[in-house]
Each structure stands twice: as structure tokens, then as C-alpha cells.
């Protein structure tokens, strides 16, 4: 009796541990992780560089003007937001004395130069009446005295006139002197633009910066048919960049919309800023005139820097690469996860190109973060990612 009791106790003891065992495995088996997924297709991946920090849309041409002298705003024409054109006066300060000196100067020139052409009249006369002299002595009708007196008063008279005309030419040298000065208060837009800030205001005194004390621009002028980004690209980047490669912009302002661009400049020098990594600015101008109409000075920037395009290849979206050689395929035919070992090629941010390890048609694990994804593990689609 004692011996069939203790293989009945035996029996029970290893039915409860299979059937441990199989409830063990059957939950293990059961409790699947969602996981999201995409699959393995042909097309484009291009490698891109990015800027390091954000970048700046840039006026192509600004001018921060300022008088040369110091002194009261007279006249002030343009407003903040003024569209000007070159040429047109921005700013005038208190010029009454100087345009009075202007005048002064021009009445001065004029009556030099009307003296210089009444003493030139006379130094003519001169030179005639030596000339008549000469001929009389020929004929012995006047003394050899009288024609050295009508020769010396005609080198005289042209020496008068040469005097009147230098004296003439100085007097118009103080006009321009004198406009110089007067130019010197007053601001005169160089080029086609947009007022983009005034500091004054009428009858206020403006004073000249003090050497290496930078002050406010009176006027800042922004030339807005023409903008540009500049960016700063990590150093060991900089290497694959080449003026002419595309671009493609993004800007804080415009969300996901892209502006296609073309590198015009890369800086010849590297920046050092401290705690900083090191940088060189990269610029990159847009190339659709109708997207220069949309944009403002200032704007924090975005760029990737097209450096090789492969076409027709296979690809996955880079988030599904794990430490840049592996991925998590799902068979969804048995439900489970398969890790594998990739070689890639080309890469983005969005996509990366796969060499070897994957067939076209196959799915990759993009949700590389999620708890309990390994290999093996049993797993079904996100219902929305699910591919048709």
C-alpha cells in the first residue's frame, strides 16, 4: 500500500509541474507585444549634412547707416516698414550753416571764374598787340624797345590769366569741399530696400560712434529681394560640402515645408566659440524667387546639404537600425520577431540604404524602444501601421 501511495504522490507531483510548465509557456506564448513596423522597399536615400545649431535667414545686402557728424535731426522722412528706393534721403540733420557756406563758396567760384576769363580776355589783347608789333618792326615802324615792352606785357597778361584760372579752380574746389561737408548730414539709401529700424526722432541729437564703441544705427536698411542662410556645419562635416550642391531649408516659422536651395559659400575659416563645438558657416542661397517673397531677416533656419543621392535601392526608415548594424524583422506568419545583422549603406535622418541582410517585401521593427522587444518574441502589428 505504502509503495502505490508514493507513485500516486509521484505521478501528481510531475503532472502539476507539466502542467506549471505548460501554462508557463502557453502565457509566455500568448502575451504578444505590439509592435510598430514598416516594410523593406526600393527607392531613394540621400546622404545629408545638418547644421549644428540653427541657422539664420540673412539679408543678401544691410546697411546699418549712421551719420559721420554729430547733430539734430531735421528731417526724417522714412518710417519703420518704409519701402525706399537708391538714392532717396532717409535722414537730415541741421544743415543751415553749411548750405549757407555752400552758397558762399558758389558765388566765390563764380565771380573766380569770370575774372579768370576777363583777365584770359585781356592776356589775348596782349598777345595780338605783340603780334602787330612784330610785323611793324619788319618794316622798321616801331623800335626793337617797343616790341620787347609789347612781348613782356603779353607773357605778363597770360600769366594773369593763368593765376585768374588756378584762383577759379581752388574756389571750386572749396564747393566741393563745402558739399562734401553738407553730405556728411545727411543719410541716402545705397540701395533698394525696406527701413527696418529708426533710432531717433525728429529734433533729437545724434552723435558718431566713438572708436570701438559700437551705438544703434540711426537707420538699418534691409534689401528684401534678396535673402540667404547661413549655417554653421560641424568641422568634420564640412569636408563633403562643395558650392553648387542642392539643399533643402526648413524654417521654424513655415512647420514641415521645405525650401529648395543651392550652397553658395562656405566660410574659409573655422569658428571657435567657447564650449562650443567647432563649426564653419556654410551659406545657402534659395532658389525660388517666389519663396524670397515669403521670407524676413532673421529667421531661425534649418539645412541638409545634399552630398550623394543613390536611386532605385533598397531602404528602411533609419529609426528601425539599432546601433547602426541591426534590425528586428517580423514574421508575421509565425508571429514572431527575428533579429538581424545588416550591412548599410547611404543614410539619412528618414532613410537608410540596406546592402545586405534584407529582402525587399520584408518588415522592420520601428518601434525599437519598446519594452520586451528581443529576439523571438512573439509580437503583432500596431492596427494602424499594418501593411497592405
Not at 517673397?293 to 532673421?298: I, R, S, W
Amino acid at each position: 500500500m505504502s509503495g502505490s501511495f508514493s507513485k500516486g504522490r509521484m505521478f501528481t507531483l510531475l503532472l502539476v509541474i507539466a502542467l506549471l510548465a505548460a501554462w508557463g509557456w502557453w502565457i509566455t506564448r500568448t502575451e504578444q507585444i505590439t509592435v510598430a513596423t514598416s516594410p523593406v522597399e526600393s527607392g531613394t536615400v540621400e546622404k545629408t549634412v545638418a547644421n549644428t545649431r540653427a541657422g539664420t535667414v540673412e539679408a543678401c545686402r544691410r546697411a546699418k547707416l549712421s551719420p559721420s557728424a554729430g547733430g539734430q535731426i531735421a528731417k526724417l522722412p522714412v518710417h519703420e516698414g518704409d519701402l525706399v528706393k537708391q538714392g532717396q534721403l532717409l535722414l537730415e540733420l541741421w544743415n543751415k550753416d553749411l548750405n549757407a557756406q555752400l552758397d558762399l563758396a558758389r558765388q566765390e567760384a563764380t565771380s573766380a571764374a569770370a575774372t579768370a576769363r576777363a583777365r584770359c580776355i585781356e592776356a589775348e589783347q596782349l598777345r595780338s598787340e605783340a603780334g602787330r608789333l612784330h610785323k611793324l618792326m619788319a618794316r622798321k615802324l616801331v623800335s626793337e624797345e617797343q616790341v620787347d615792352q609789347g612781348t613782356s606785357a603779353a607773357a605778363s597778361g597770360q600769366a594773369a590769366c593763368e593765376a585768374a584760372r588756378a584762383t577759379a579752380a581752388v574756389s571750386e574746389a572749396r564747393v566741393g569741399v563745402t558739399q562734401a561737408t553738407l553730405e556728411k548730414t545727411r543719410l541716402i539709401a545705397p540701395f533698394d530696400g525696406v527701413v527696418a529700424e529708426i533710432n531717433g526722432e525728429l529734433n533729437e541729437y545724434v552723435t558718431p560712434s566713438p572708436i570701438g564703441i559700437p551705438t544703434p544705427p540711426a537707420i538699418d536698411l534691409i534689401d528684401n529681394s534678396c535673402f540667404y542662410l547661413s549655417a554653421p556645419i560641424d568641422e568634420v562635416d564640412v569636408a563633403g560640402i562643395s558650392r553648387g550642391q542642392e539643399a533643402r531649408v526648413t524654417l521654424d516659422a513655415f512647420g514641415d515645408r521645405r525650401f529648395d536651395g543651392r550652397v553658395r559659400r562656405i566660410a574659409d575659416y573655422v569658428l571657435d566659440i567657447e564650449k562650443q563645438a567647432r563649426t564653419v558657416d556654410v551659406e545657402v542661397e534659395f532658389t525660388d524667387p517666389e519663396d524670397i517673397e515669403k521670407l524676413l531677416a532673421g529667421y531661425s533656419a534649418d539645412v541638409e546639404i545634399i552630398l550623394d543621392v543613390r536611386t532605385d535601392t533598397l531602404r528602411v526608415p533609419t529609426e528601425a537600425l539599432v546601433d547602426g548594424s541591426r534590425v528586428y524583422v517580423f514574421v508575421p506568419d509565425q508571429g514572431l520577431i527575428e533579429q538581424r545583422e545588416v550591412k548599410t549603406g547611404t543614410s539619412n535622418w528618414d532613410h537608410s540604404e540596406i546592402l545586405e541582410g534584407l529582402v525587399e517585401g520584408e518588415l522592420v521593427v520601428t518601434s525599437v524602444g519598446r519594452e520586451g522587444l528581443t529576439d523571438g518574441v512573439a509580437a503583432r502589428q500596431e492596427l494602424s501601421l499594418i501593411h497592405i
